[in-house]
C-alpha cells in the first residue's frame, strides 16, 4: 500500500514540477532519484512488464532533463532556455 501511494505522490509532483518554467524543469533531482527507486519496487511487488512499463512512462515525462544530464556527462555545455 505504502507503494502505491508514493507512487501517487509522485505523480502529483511530477505534474506540479511539468507547470514550471522550462528552465526550472531541468533540476528536479529529487524527483529524478525517486523514480527509479518506485520503479524497482513495483517490478518486485507486480512483476517486470510493470517496472518496464513504469521506465518508458519515466523516460517519456523526463526525457528532456534526461538529455540535460546525458549532455553533461558527454561534457558538453548544454544552453538551458530563458
Same mark, same amino acid.
Given at each position: &500500500?505504502?507503494? @502505491?501511494?508514493?507512487s =501517487?505522490?509522485?505523480?502529483? +509532483?511530477? +505534474?506540479?514540477? !511539468?507547470?514550471? /518554467?522550462?528552465?526550472?524543469? $531541468? #533540476?528536479? +533531482?529529487?524527483?529524478?532519484? !525517486? +523514480? /527509479?527507486?518506485? =520503479? =524497482? &519496487?513495483a517490478? &518486485?511487488? #507486480?512483476?517486470? @512488464? $510493470?517496472?518496464?512499463?513504469?521506465?518508458?512512462a519515466?523516460?517519456? &515525462? #523526463?526525457?528532456?532533463?534526461?538529455r $540535460? =544530464? !546525458? !549532455?553533461?556527462l558527454?561534457?558538453?555545455? /548544454?544552453? @538551458? /532556455?530563458?
Amino acid at each position: &500500500m505504502v507503494l @502505491i501511494w508514493s507512487s =501517487i505522490a509522485w505523480v502529483f +509532483a511530477s +505534474a506540479a514540477v !511539468a507547470t514550471l /518554467p522550462v528552465r526550472h524543469q $531541468y #533540476f528536479p +533531482a529529487l524527483l529524478l532519484l !525517486a +523514480a /527509479p527507486v518506485l =520503479i =524497482i &519496487m513495483a517490478g &518486485m511487488e #507486480f512483476g517486470w @512488464i $510493470y517496472a518496464v512499463l513504469a521506465c518508458v512512462a519515466f523516460i517519456s &515525462m #523526463f526525457r528532456n532533463p534526461l538529455r $540535460y =544530464i !546525458a !549532455a553533461k556527462l558527454r561534457g558538453e555545455n /548544454p544552453e @538551458i /532556455p530563458e
